[in-house]
């Protein structure tokens, strides 16, 4: 472990650092502007100042950006500093710390993993957590850490793994305050997050406007959470109104319907699942370039094989399918016997380099010409329902023939009863489900949503229908 221990901080100076107060991104690494530097220290000291024995961490320090916060909050105070800790496992950015805090004795820089090390408790916590995806770690990363950390589940991100860490190095009588995507509050993956955080008092949730880093972190919010103590959650939207939550969920079920102010009980009625045969994404081909082609274009020997066709883009006025695709599967969702796919893989031979270098095909788990997926067609070939997986707007629209083949970025809502297509697509499209999925879903870039197969699982349904099957 290195150790950087400097002079005394002189009350009177205000400290500057290198401009790093623009953001940038290099796995993980975006810096934090200064006024929402300042923003967070407020709320970090808002209930209580800090005393010069009291220890403050910053952890993924970058160069320096909230420890310089904390140093100018107690100058224009005119309170001495405390002892600030600073993380940071890229020495580089520490560097540019260190020369910055150079000679103060109350800070101390550490060059380490904030993750795998082990660090004293803390009376205060502030930082923006690194923000890193599962793709960008490597296979031992995952393994190290899906072993050490609760919240190390499905797709998780470091940002949950240093909530987690950071809880759990805040003294009981400790503060904090946090700046990560709003996200948190309602996927799957962060329900150990959800769960661990109520253990605790989080005392504020700012949703912060969506420009503070430009589009490098959708929906920044800043949490305030408290070492102990029980107590109602403030919540202030991007508009400015706020609310409060007496109690936030304790069991890791999603925050989004608190936090939007709708504490509608929960519906232990039917839901759509109870009724259908399949909800699911459509299906993936892993090379849609190739096995999708225009009606037009399909020559005869092909024929045999085609299946109108739709994807996510096309889906905005109505269903109507001017694509096949080539599909070499049976009813049964298996791959048709090698004396039917002759045609199939004498036309498609010509990609034949390009198909085997997908990744479903390198694992040898599949055949050149098979498609990522098994497509369940005697499912797929149904009466169905159909609507985009990431929209503006949630619209459902049908196809009642059951002719067509949705694509990765439709889903299909199968009905066991295809005589309540209609019945669906009404009550799918009503203002009332309409509310009760801008209350759940996920949110994608630009203000869409995106409609998981999870979710319209969930969707309560008039009794009447399931007394009806
Ligand atoms: C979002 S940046 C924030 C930097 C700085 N605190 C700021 O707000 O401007 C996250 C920082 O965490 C660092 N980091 C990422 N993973 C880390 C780890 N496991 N241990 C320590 N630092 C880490 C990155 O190098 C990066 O500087």
Not at 108 to 136: K, Q, S
Not at 198 to 217: G, N, T
Not at 321 to 339: C, H, K, N, T, W
Request: proline letters at 7%; hydrophobic letters at 35%; glycine letters at 8%.
């Amino acid at each position: 472990m290195k150790i950087d221990k400097g002079r005394s901080f002189n009350m009177a100076s205000t400290i500057k650092i290198t401009a790093r107060t623009e953001k940038k991104e290099i796995g993980g690494q975006v810096f934090t502007p200064e006024p929402i530097v300042a923003l967070m220290v407020e709320k970090l000291f808002q209930r209580k100042h800090p005393k010069r024995d009291d220890s403050v961490l910053d952890p993924g320090c970058g160069a320096g950006a909230f420890i310089k916060g904390v140093l100018n909050w107690c100058t224009r105070k005119g309170i001495e500093a405390p002892r600030i800790v600073g993380i940071e496992f890229d020495s580089k950015l520490l560097g540019e710390a260190r020369k910055s805090f150079e000679g103060l004795e109350n800070v101390t820089l550490i060059n380490e993993n904030f993750l795998l090390g082990d660090f004293e408790t803390f009376d205060f916590i502030i930082g923006n957590p690194p923000y890193v995806r599962l793709e960008g770690l490597s296979e031992s990363e995952r393994e190290t850490y899906r072993k050490m950390f609760d919240t190390a589940v499905n797709r998780f991100d470091l940002y949950m793994l240093f909530f987690e860490k950071a809880l759990k190095s805040l003294k009981p009588s400790g503060r904090l305050v946090f700046i990560t995507p709003e996200k948190y509050e309602y996927t799957l993956t962060t329900k150990p997050l959800r769960k661990l955080m109520a253990r605790y008092h989080v005392e504020e949730i700012h949703h912060i406007s969506e420009d503070v880093f430009k589009d490098l972190v959708t929906y920044p919010t800043i949490t305030t959470i408290n070492g102990s103590g029980r107590g109602p959650t403030k919540v202030i939207h991007r508009d400015g109104s706020s609310i409060t939550i007496k109690k936030i969920p304790a069991d890791g079920s999603r925050w989004v319907l608190a936090i939007k102010g709708g504490a509608e009980p929960v519906r232990l009625g039917p839901v759509l699942a109870d009724v259908c045969l399949r909800i699911s994404c459509g299906v993936a081909t892993g090379a849609d370039e190739v096995f999708v082609m225009p009606k037009e274009g399909v020559p005869e020997s092909l024929k045999p094989y085609a299946h109108p066709t739709i994807g996510g883009e096309q889906l905005t006025k109505g269903v109507r399918a001017s694509d096949v695709m080539l599909i070499p599967y049976d009813r049964s969702g298996g791959l048709l016997p090698e004396e039917k796919l002759k045609n199939f893989k004498r036309w498609f031979s010509k990609h034949k380099k390009h198909l085997s270098s997908r990744y479903c095909v390198r694992k040898g788990k599949h055949k050149w010409y098979s498609f990522h997926e098994n497509p369940p067609m005697s499912d797929i070939l149904r009466p169905k329902i159909l609507c985009k997986d990431i929209a503006k707007e949630p619209k459902f629209w049908t196809d009642p023939e059951g002719n067509i083949v949705p694509r990765h970025s439709v889903y299909y809502i199968v009905p066991k009863d295809p005589k309540i297509l209609y019945g669906f697509l009404g009550y799918l499209n009503s203002e009332k489900v309409h509310r009760w999925l801008v209350a759940r879903c996920q949110r994608a870039a630009n203000d869409f949503m995106r409609l998981q197969s999870s979710v319209l699982k969930d969707i309560p349904i008039p009794s009447k229908w399931v007394e009806r099957q």
